[in-house]
Structure formats: structure tokens, C-alpha cells
Nanobody
Framework: QVQLMESGGGSVQAGGSLRLSCAAS?????IAWFRQAAGKEREGVGY??????RYADSVKGRFTISRENPENTVYLQMNSLLPEDAGIYSC??????????????????WGQGTQVTVSL
């Protein structure tokens, strides 16, 4: 069964760190991370493929995406967290078409999401 499953969310104080995981079963293609804060639209956080990584401007220098091939798991290391980083983080894959990495309509495969809370 092809699926993505996130883990690693939780509560942290501002300035702290979290590492999210996206375990991919039956899928080895590119993966994007998105987040959705309460009352806001889902936005792209970062993306990894076989030859590139991309980040939203708001997280550059603080977040890092990496992939461990044997386990086929994509990680999102989040440092220096800010309250505005809070939200439900989801990983996505299996893009329908070529396009912008942060086009959420592009992806057919989504995980269930994991909650990140950042307090002052």
C-alpha cells in the first residue's frame, strides 16, 4: 500500500527545535512538506527530490529537509521555532504534473498530518 505517515510533532517553546518524520511506504519520489495554521491556507514549507531541495522564504536557514534512503524516510528538522511556525504539518508526494513545488494541488498522496505547537 502506498502511503505517507508523519510523526514527531509536539509542543515546544519558541526558539526550540523539533524533527518531523515522513515515512514513505511504496513510494520513493519527491516529497513536499506543507503546514496549515488555524484559519489559514495550507502553505508549502519545503521540498526534496533526487537532485534538489527547496524552502519557503519564511523557513530558510532554520529548517532542513533530508532523506534517509534505507528507511525511505524524509525528515524536516526545524530549529529556532517561532509561534508562527505552529500548525498541522503534512507531507505530500506523487505529483500529478510538473510545476511549482509548493502547489498543493499538484500532489496526489498525503499523510494524515502532525501537530506542531510553539509557545512563547
Amino acid at each position: 500500500q502506498v502511503q505517507l505517515m508523519e510523526s514527531g510533532g509536539g509542543s515546544v517553546q519558541a526558539g526550540g527545535s523539533l524533527r518531523l518524520s515522513c515515512a514513505a511506504s511504496g513510494y520513493t519520489g519527491p516529497i513536499a512538506w506543507f503546514r496549515q495554521a488555524a484559519g489559514k491556507e495550507r502553505e508549502g514549507v519545503g521540498y526534496i527530490s533526487s537532485d534538489t531541495t527547496r524552502y519557503a522564504d519564511s523557513v530558510k536557514g532554520r529548517f532542513t529537509i533530508s532523506r534517509e534512503n534505507p528507511e525511505n524516510t524524509v525528515y524536516l528538522q526545524m530549529n529556532s521555532l517561532l509561534p508562527e511556525d505552529a500548525g498541522i504539518y503534512s507531507c505530500a508526494g506523487n505529483p500529478r504534473y510538473n510545476g511549482d513545488w509548493d502547489d498543493r494541488g499538484r500532489y496526489r498522496l498525503w499523510g494524515q498530518g502532525t501537530q506542531v505547537t510553539v509557545s512563547l
